[in-house]
């Protein structure tokens, strides 16, 4: 599969709480980078290896959002790097009405059909200041 159509296939599984598909396609040994420093903004940041890291990441993320866009406004591929620009919204885990809306920028090395890496990037202090609003 060439990474760009991996790329959005991954996406919509996203966007269908389809965490199984995620997991097949990381390489076993993935470096999972997540943008953001700062503890107090959904605590999030930092490097996570292996598909046992993915796992934790994405487990932490489910237990705040429900996503239900994760819709591609832009994808690039060259090589083994792809680049993707994603409009992204999720709802709170326990409050449905309560929404959550950001970009999300994906930086992928895939090779033979696995993602070996993976950076991903956003905007934390408009995410915080949406979660402060909703949640004070």
Request: glycine share 8%.
């Amino acid at each position: 599969m060439k990474p760009e159509a991996l790329m959005r296939r991954l996406a919509k599984a996203i966007e269908n709480s389809d965490l199984q598909s995620l997991v097949e396609a990381v390489d076993e040994q993935v470096a999972w980078h997540v943008g953001g420093r700062q503890p107090d903004v959904l605590g999030l940041g930092g490097t996570y290896l292996s598909r046992a890291g993915l796992l934790e990441v994405t487990a932490r993320l489910a237990t705040q959002f429900n996503f239900y866009r994760f819709e591609p406004k832009e994808i690039l591929a060259e090589g083994e790097i792809i680049w993707g620009w994603f409009d992204v919204a999720a709802t709170l885990v326990g409050r449905p009405t309560q929404q959550v809306q950001c970009d999300v920028v994906l930086r992928w090395r895939v090779r033979d059909g696995k993602i070996l890496e993976s950076w991903s990037f956003y905007d934390t202090a408009y995410v915080a200041s949406q979660l402060a609003t909703k949640l004070g």
